[in-house]
Nanobody, 122 residues
């Protein structure tokens, strides 16, 4: 069992930056791939970025490639999502997830956090 808690969300102006964090409980964090998803009002939850257990491999949705960066610190049991050059369409609740794999999207995630709201003003 992995308990995930996101933080760092808030209100940011278009073009600005924000860093989200996701802390995980337990001593097995380094054994899990991690991913970020988001869900905008009235839309389905969508994959944003994923990272392998070691952090060497990263994957991104086309909509955020070049603007967002996923990273992890296994010593701190934390995964991060750096959001740069944000746009109003990035407004959503952002969720982290443990487990899964990338194959034209992210599948097989096992655990979810509660989410953190990101709002981008124009």
């Amino acid at each position: 069992q992995v308990h995930l808690v996101e933080s760092g969300g808030g209100l940011v102006q278009a073009g600005g930056s924000l860093r989200l964090s996701c802390g995980a409980s337990g001593r097995t964090f380094s054994r899990y791939t991690m991913a970020w998803f988001r869900q905008a009002p009235g839309k389905e939850r969508e994959f944003v970025a994923g990272i392998t257990e070691s952090g060497v491999g990263t994957y991104y949705a086309d909509s955020v490639k070049g603007r967002f960066t996923i990273s992890r610190d296994n010593a701190k049991n934390t995964v991060y999502l750096q959001l740069n050059s944000v746009k109003p369409e990035d407004t959503a609740v952002y969720y982290c997830a443990a487990g899964g794999f990338y194959s034209s999207g992210w599948s097989g995630q096992l655990y979810w956090g509660q989410g953190t709201q990101v709002t981008v003003s124009a």
